[in-house]
């Protein structure tokens, strides 16, 4: 249904058509349609299942807007509606089901935007406006292969695990060091520090993103978005602490999607309770960073997170990095945090408190302010990884083991971290190998 004319709205068809259920609905579009200079009359009585029977005998309009109130299986409709509808019809769906999971399978199946009544008169106004660019604005790569992009999620398997840092210097490493278009996403949305460590005031656009999502496009994203540098724009907030989070998600599923098609990379700092509260986030995400801490509670949750993954993201590949590293003092060693969590640690960030108060100081990235410490030479290997891999061979980043929990035994570590304390050097003195 929304493949795009290439120059204007087709001549040989109305340029609107609209099919809704109840005289409030209509009493707000008609103005609209009017002021979009097409004929009020065309603003018709009735919702979906008018629209398929009345197109199944007549020529479809370029823009279509239909009305979901009364369907029993929109899904199911909307692909009868697809069956009727001549190529490069755009359809607006309305309703009243405010569900994340619906708009995402309506934009799934075609339509290119859904609208919540009771309808605004600004949003409805906005949403045309976009439906008219996809024929009057000539898409870029036309002809050209998919344009290549990477999702990171970067998520603390406990706090103070350093997830942000580890987001924030990706993000920097892919914009500047590899001079790739990079989108930062701070979710958390009241302590959120990917701006701050950046030097930067968060603004206003992920909060108004989250009060207006239909309002997020390109235009919104170019507005919203602070520049850090040439290739690296952030979206965060300090919301008020006062103010709960107020959200289906849909804000941020919007914000990815958008990403998607401006950026080469994105990167997520998702707290944990984000990846819980939203699990739809991790929808488009290729590979999802979990930051970890030698400690029996963050090879607990580790443990549990993996497993979420496999059940919830299946298609996400998990990195395991182990973040302030320092082998003298590890409450457990590497090797029982590998046998524990069936799987081999992908990288290791060395613990460097100097570096970290540098960076604080300076207002820089750790990365910059720091380029010879050795947790900055980790950290660019980590980017090295990603920025190397494509969308299709993700899964080389990664070695998952068969089982998540088989060999989780805190008791075991328990006993072994007792035993390390009576051995000379601490926990290198006993290895454990990987399960296979």
């Known amino acids: 249904m929304n493949a795009p004319w290439k ?17 409030a609905a209509l009493d707000v579009l008609r103005p609209v349609v009017v002021e979009m200079g097409w004929q009020p009359e065309k603003c018709n009585k009735g919702g979906l299942r008018n629209a398929i029977q009345s197109l199944s005998v007549s020529a479809s309009p370029a823009i279509l807007i239909v009305d979901l109130s009364e369907s029993g299986d929109p899904l199911n409709d909307i692909n009868a509606l697809a069956e009727v509808c001549e190529p490069g019809t755009v359809v607006i769906a309305i ?29 409805v106004h906005d949403t045309l406006n976009g439906a ?21 999620a970067v998520v603390g398997t406990r706090g103070g695990a350093g997830a942000s840092t580890l987001a924030t210097s990706l993000a920097w490493l892919f914009s500047a060091e590899h001079k790739a278009p990079t989108a930062l996403l701070d979710l958390d949305v009241h302590f959120g520090t990917n701006a701050l460590a950046l030097d930067l005031e968060p603004g206003r656009g992920l909060t108004d993103a989250i009060d207006n999502p239909s309002r997020i496009d390109g235009l919104f994203i170019e507005r919203a978005m602070i520049r ?15 103010q709960p989070l107020m ?52 090879a607990r949750d580790t443990i549990r997170i993996l497993s979420w ?57 750790f990365v910059e302010a720091n380029k010879n410490s050795k947790a900055t030479l980790a950290l660019q290997q980590i980017a090295e990884r990603v920025m190397g891999a494509s969308e299709d061979d993700l899964e080389a980043i990664s070695e998952e083991k068969k089982s998540f929990l088989d060999g989780f035994d805190l008791k075991s570590l328990l006993a072994k971290k007792k035993k390390d304390k009576n051995a000379e050097k601490g926990t290198d003195k006993v290895e454990a190998e990987p399960a296979e």
């Open 228 to 242: 850090a540098n040439d290739n690296l724009s952030i979206l965060s907030a300090e919301a008020p602490i006062s």
């Open 309 to 365: 993954l496999k059940t919830h993201a299946a298609h996400a590949h998990p990195m395991i990095v182990v973040n302030k590293y320092q082998s003298a003092v590890a409450e457990i060693s590497k090797s029982d945090f590998e046998a524990s969590i069936e799987r081999r640690v992908d990288f290791i960030v060395p613990y460097d408190i100097k570096a970290a108060s540098n960076a604080a100081k300076l207002g820089e990235v």
């Open 7 to 23: 120059s204007g709205l087709p001549g040989n068809r109305d340029p609107f058509a609209a099919y809704i259920c109840d005289e």
């Open 132 to 152: 008219l660019a996809v024929f009057t604005t000539p898409k870029s790569g036309e002809g050209e292969g998919v344009k290549r992009h990477i999702s990171t």
């Open 95 to 123: 309703g009243q089901v405010n569900d994340v999971r619906l708009y995402r399978d309506l934009l799934a199946s075609g339509i290119h935007d859904y609208l919540l009544k009771p309808l605004n008169a600004q949003a």
């Open 247 to 298: 959200t289906d998600g849909s804000a941020f599923v919007q914000l990815e999607e958008e990403f998607r098609q401006a950026f080469e990379m994105t990167v997520i700092d998702l707290p944990r309770n984000m990846l819980i509260n939203f699990p739809h986030l991790l929808a488009d995400v290729n590979l999802v960073v979990l930051t970890c801490e030698l400690t029996l509670a963050s």
